[in-house]
């Protein structure tokens, strides 16, 4: 925008900190687009948004925790127990950081149902849904249909992990996005 500016160019530009990457930041940009298209101003998109990306969650799991300890996510201390011990974790994003939902989930099925149960116990209800998978088609639509079974006017989305999240969880991640209660 400051590039833009020196050169002549008077763009509104408005920085904003969504506190999400991937299909969170991807459902703070579809809300705001929605309401530029209903004629808000940017004032009003960004207070709104302020209101909506505390309430996002963004939670999966994950085959291995292969990748992250490769990329240094993790060190190989942890990876080692978590993979003697079997443990396939489920996480989420609290404040831009990721970080471990639960404790004592041993195995991928087990998983889906934990985040089905966060789901059915969060989801506002009046929001799209983005269920996100690397080589994991299965996971998702296991995923979608439960959404579906519960909220059959849902607005929901099944999208591929992009390669900056995941170089990190590698094949097999599941998740998803929404808005929360």
Not at 9 to 29: E, I, N, Q, T
Not at 40 to 62: C, N, P, Q, W, Y
Not at 85 to 102: D, E, M
Request: glycine share 10%.
């Amino acid at each position: 925008a400051g590039l833009l500016a020196e050169d002549g160019f008077a763009p509104r530009v408005h920085v904003y900190d969504s506190k999400h990457v991937s299909y969170g930041l991807a459902l703070a940009a579809l809300e705001a687009a929605d309401l530029a298209a209903e004629g808000k101003s940017a004032e009003e998109i960004l207070a709104h948004l302020d209101g909506l990306v505390d309430k996002i969650r963004v939670i999966f799991t994950m085959e291995s925790l292969e990748y992250a300890e490769r990329g240094g996510r993790i060190s190989s201390t942890q990876a080692d127990l978590v993979r003697k011990l079997g443990i396939k974790p489920v996480l989420t994003f609290v404040n831009g950081s990721v970080t471990r939902q639960a404790a004592g989930i041993y195995n991928l099925r087990n998983n889906l149902k934990l985040i089905e149960n966060i789901f059915k116990k969060e989801y506002c209800g009046s929001h799209r849904v983005i269920i996100f998978h690397a080589g994991n088609p299965e996971g998702a639509e296991t995923l979608r249909e439960y959404v579906l079974a519960l909220h059959s006017d849902a607005e929901v989305y099944i999208q591929w992990v992009g390669p900056v999240v995941g170089i990190y969880t590698g094949r097999g991640c599941v998740g998803m996005a929404f808005v929360s209660k």
